[in-house]
């Protein structure tokens, strides 16, 4: 899905933000002048309903490249000359390559698994410890694959994206690896012990594939199998298995879907003997059905369409549900986690949310599950395990007020990795034994002076009457000062929950200098559950934007910061959040950051992966849903004559989930009618803008310079 930017979802159809004098003076940021009649043919063209800057949708079209080089140069030497980017570059590049982070793992056989990346290692290291050594503070690392090595010796861009091994002893892995960041990649066989790539192993050439192991020696998989093998979305659309020793060409085929389907993938969890597989549907977005591989061929699970599998645990299927559901005369809940035998067919209530509250990840083990839940966004986790009276639920004992995410757990032996933040205290990694207690074995280092920082949570009401949370977090002495420059970050879509999270470049580039940073828990996310998502789907979408407008303004009213230190982030989904704010708000804003967004909201499903989200936006080939589109789409609600805050445009020509010619139209419409604008696009990094640490730094350092400059932060 397009999630944002630094976020991960939880969702299993993943297919998962940040600039110098900046002025508004003389040549304000403006590109270069407009012909004459550039404008008038812009505004006419627009008004016939012709797109006239189609070409910048080729993406390695040479006059679009061209001029996505001018605008990038223009815009890169006002922002990187500003006083405070050189700084701001050197903090970030500290806190993302400290040799003092917490490595995240994986656990499995007694390992832990991890990828890394420094100032060194910058295409990063794939390595392992003993799971003993990792929980006691151990620090050599056993290399299992040098990506910056691999990249160098076969010329490639190579960007790590994963790895899936096979059990039960996890010696042999499919290797995901992409060129300069994009969803299409490579996946190549890789044997630990040997550390060396497979020959003649399982090997799939570059695409948006999709692989499980259902044995040592069968892969299923999904990929583009050429002709008509892929959906309008881009995705697969035939699952085959493989037998090892045969050719690609000679793989079974499992299941086919249709072309108007998003995709289909193979599912695997591992029994502890044997692998349990299967094939997932995607119909929409949202839309599933699930099928178990049985000797008998494929049989579908008797689950609602809008379901997530999270994985099978002791004959269970187990499962949340994102509809209501009644099955042989019993109701189900919306947002409960359920459990299917597979045995007899029936279904077990495992946990159902109260008010309020919503389940945010469910991880199976050999034994039971964990579940991290929202508590009116504070963060709780539950162990559950099944008794002869049906599911036990008990809370694990973490600190209050903060965000609990689940890192890592062996799904044998139910060893878990959890983790506690908030805004102003650096991540503490806990490890529990299953059945035990946690314990804090790690803490990630304190990368900004958090003294004096203190983060409230507030409610405004928006258009409808609803109340919309929101955390507001800077020091105590800026907040008591008055309005102050503030950025204000949102996403709201596919139900991605957005919280109050640490992050080290947020507080030393922006906090300490004093700004304010707040998020926003608008509709569209999954801070309470999928009836909070599913209440701005579609038509009903401009709840997600009133919300948004809502928060500005009780910001504003509260005295926090004024629309002229008032400063909106977003990326993809939030991209198009940040668009809509734009067009229909700039009364607002002093600021707005677009990141790799969605703009022309009449053909985004014609863009790659674009046809897979009419579930979240509509279709415009449906006559209510494009009359809607039309009143939010901002590439084609841009005023000639009004008076916009000037935005900063940021995407990337590798990402190849959200088109950058989203990005490109609206800044080159912008142009023309002589709007100020500042624009970069990252010539590789995929959907995250970027590729490894240090084009994450330049990304953030080029960000808050500008939400510096434009707001009022940074002298010039």
Request: one cysteine or more; hydrophobic letters at 40%; a negative charge.
């Given at each position: 899905?397009?999630?944002?930017?630094?976020?991960?979802?939880?969702?299993?159809?993943?297919?998962?933000?940040?600039?110098?004098?900046?002025?508004l003076g003389a040549c304000g940021g403006r590109s270069d002048t407009p012909e004459d009649n550039d404008s008038d043919q812009m505004r006419q063209a627009m008004a016939d309903g012709t797109d006239p800057n189609l070409w910048l949708e080729e993406v390695e079209g040479e006059r679009a490249l061209d001029w996505v080089r001018a605008e990038n140069a223009r815009s890169l030497e006002e922002l990187q000359s500003h006083?405070?980017?050189?700084?701001?570059?050197?903090?970030?590049?500290?806190?993302?390559?400290?040799?003092?982070?917490?490595?995240?793992?994986?656990?499995?056989?007694?390992?832990?698994?991890?990828?890394?990346?420094?100032?060194?290692?910058?295409?990063?290291?794939?390595?392992?410890?003993?799971?003993?050594?990792?929980?006691?503070?151990?620090?050599?690392?056993?290399?299992?694959?040098?990506?910056?090595?691999?990249?160098?010796?076969?010329?490639?861009?190579?960007?790590?994206?994963?790895?899936?091994?096979?059990?039960?002893?996890?010696?042999?892995?499919?290797?995901?690896?992409?060129?300069?960041?994009?969803?299409?990649?490579?996946?190549?066989?890789?044997?630990?012990?040997?550390?060396?790539?497979?020959?003649?192993?399982?090997?799939?050439?570059?695409?948006?594939?999709?692989?499980?192991?259902?044995?040592?020696?069968?892969?299923?998989?999904?990929?583009?199998?050429?002709?008509?093998?892929?959906?309008?979305?881009?995705?697969?659309?035939?699952?085959?298995?493989?037998?090892?020793?045969?050719?690609?060409?000679?793989?079974?085929?499992?299941?086919?879907?249709?072309?108007?389907?998003?995709?289909?993938?193979?599912?695997?969890?591992?029994?502890?003997?044997?692998?349990?597989?299967?094939?997932?549907?995607?119909?929409?977005?949202?839309?599933?059905?699930?099928?178990?591989i049985t000797d008998k061929g494929l049989s579908a699970l008797p689950f609602p369409p809008k379901t997530d599998l999270a994985g099978i645990t002791q004959g269970l299927a187990i499962a949340s549900l994102n509809q209501d559901w009644t099955y042989e005369g019993v109701d189900y809940p919306l947002g409960a986690v359920i459990g299917l035998d597979l045995a007899d067919g029936g279904i077990q209530t495992i946990y159902?949310?109260?008010?309020?509250?919503?389940?945010?990840?469910?991880?199976?083990?050999?034994?039971?599950?964990?579940?991290?839940?929202?508590?009116?966004?504070?963060?709780?986790?539950?162990?559950?395990?099944?008794?002869?009276?049906?599911?036990?639920?008990?809370?694990?004992?973490?600190?209050?007020?903060?965000?609990?995410?689940?890192?890592?757990?062996?799904?044998?032996?139910?060893?878990?990795?959890?983790?506690?933040?908030?805004?102003?205290?650096?991540?503490?990694?806990?490890?529990?034994?299953?059945?035990?207690?946690?314990?804090?074995?790690?803490?990630?280092?304190?990368?900004?002076?958090?003294?004096?920082?203190?983060?409230?949570?507030?409610?405004?009401?928006?258009?409808?009457?609803?109340?919309?949370?929101?955390?507001?977090?800077?020091?105590?002495?800026?907040?008591?000062?008055?309005?102050?420059?503030?950025?204000?970050?949102?996403?709201?879509?596919?139900?991605?929950?957005?919280?109050?999270?640490?992050?080290?470049?947020?507080?030393?580039?922006w906090l300490e200098r004093g700004g304010v940073y707040v998020i926003a828990n608008i509709r569209g996310g999954g801070e309470f559950g999928p009836a909070w998502h599913q209440a701005g789907l579609k038509t009903e979408r401009q709840k997600i934007y009133d919300d948004f407008f809502a928060v500005s303004e009780s910001l504003i009213e509260k005295g926090i910061t004024t629309p002229a230190q008032l400063g909106i982030?977003?990326?993809?989904?939030?991209?198009?959040?940040?668009?809509?704010?734009?067009?229909?708000?700039?009364?607002?804003?002093?600021?707005?950051?677009?990141?790799?967004?969605?703009?022309?909201?009449?053909?985004?499903?014609?863009?790659?992966?674009?046809?897979?989200?009419?579930?979240?936006?509509?279709?415009?080939?449906?006559?209510?849903?494009?009359?809607?589109?039309?009143?939010?789409?901002?590439?084609?609600?841009?005023?000639?004559?009004?008076?916009?805050?000037?935005?900063?445009?940021?995407?990337?020509?590798?990402?190849?989930?959200?088109?950058?010619?989203?990005?490109?139209?609206?800044?080159?419409?912008?142009?023309?009618?002589?709007?100020?604008?500042?624009?970069?696009?990252?010539?590789?990094?995929?959907?995250?803008?970027?590729?490894?640490?240090?084009?994450?730094?330049?990304?953030?350092?080029?960000?808050?310079?500008?939400?510096?400059?434009?707001?009022?932060?940074?002298?010039?």
């Open positions: 899905m397009i999630g944002p930017l630094g976020n991960s979802s939880i969702r299993p159809l993943s297919l998962l933000l940040v600039i110098a004098g900046l002025s006083a405070a980017y050189a700084p701001m570059l050197a903090e970030a590049r500290e806190i993302l390559t400290s040799q003092d982070r917490i490595p995240e793992v994986s656990l499995r056989d007694g390992f832990a698994y991890n990828f890394w990346q420094d100032d060194t290692h910058v295409r990063g290291l794939w390595r392992r410890m003993p799971t003993a050594a990792y929980v006691t503070g151990g620090t050599e690392w056993e290399t299992l694959l040098d990506i910056d090595a691999l990249a160098e010796a076969e010329g490639e861009n190579w960007v790590f994206e994963g790895a899936l091994c096979v059990a039960p002893d996890y010696r042999r892995c499919m290797v995901t690896l992409s060129r300069g960041g994009s969803d299409a990649a490579v996946k190549r066989e890789y044997d630990i012990a040997e550390k060396a790539f497979v020959e003649d192993g399982f090997f799939l050439d570059e695409a948006k594939s999709g692989v499980a192991w259902a044995g040592e020696d069968t892969l299923l998989i999904a990929t583009d199998f050429g002709d008509n093998s892929l959906t309008e979305s881009g995705y697969p659309r035939i699952v085959k298995r493989w037998q090892r020793g045969t050719a690609f060409a000679e793989a079974e085929t499992l299941f086919e879907g249709e072309a108007e389907d998003v995709g289909v993938w193979p599912f695997s969890s591992w029994t502890g003997d044997a692998y349990q597989a299967g094939v997932v549907r995607a119909e929409t977005f949202y839309d599933s059905v699930h099928y178990l159902a949310p109260a008010d309020r509250t919503a389940v945010q990840a469910v991880v199976p083990f050999k034994g039971g599950l964990y579940l991290t839940l929202l508590d009116n966004i504070r963060g709780r986790l539950l162990m559950a395990q099944p008794r002869s009276l049906g599911w036990q639920t008990n809370t694990i004992d973490l600190p209050d007020n903060g965000v609990v995410s689940i890192g890592a757990v062996d799904e044998m032996t139910g060893d878990l990795l959890v983790s506690y933040e908030n805004p102003s205290q650096p991540e503490t990694l806990y490890y529990q034994k299953a059945g035990g207690v946690p314990t804090a074995i790690k803490s990630q280092p304190v990368f900004y002076a958090a003294e004096g920082v203190v983060t409230r949570q507030f409610e405004a009401i928006s258009r409808d009457g609803t109340v919309i949370p929101y955390f507001v977090t800077a020091k105590e002495s800026v907040l008591e000062a008055g309005p102050a420059p503030t950025i204000q970050y949102g996403y709201g879509g596919f139900q991605v929950s957005i919280l109050p999270t640490y992050s080290g470049t947020t507080g030393r580039l982030l977003g990326g993809s989904n939030g991209g198009l959040l940040m668009g809509v704010s734009l067009t229909q708000r700039p009364d607002l804003y002093g600021a707005v950051g677009i990141g790799v967004p969605l703009l022309d909201m009449l053909r985004f499903d014609q863009l790659l992966a674009g046809a897979s989200w009419v579930g979240e936006y509509g279709s415009p080939d449906i006559a209510e849903e494009r009359a809607f589109l039309e009143t939010i789409s901002p590439y084609h609600n841009l005023d000639p004559e009004a008076d916009y805050p000037r935005p900063y445009f940021f995407t990337s020509t590798k990402d190849d989930r959200v088109h950058p010619g989203h990005a490109r139209k609206m800044a080159r419409l912008m142009q023309a009618y002589g709007h100020p604008f500042l624009y970069y696009e990252n010539i590789e990094g995929g959907h995250g803008a970027a590729a490894n640490l240090d084009q994450q730094a330049i990304r953030l350092a080029l960000q808050f310079t500008y939400f510096g400059a434009e707001l009022g932060l940074l002298a010039d």
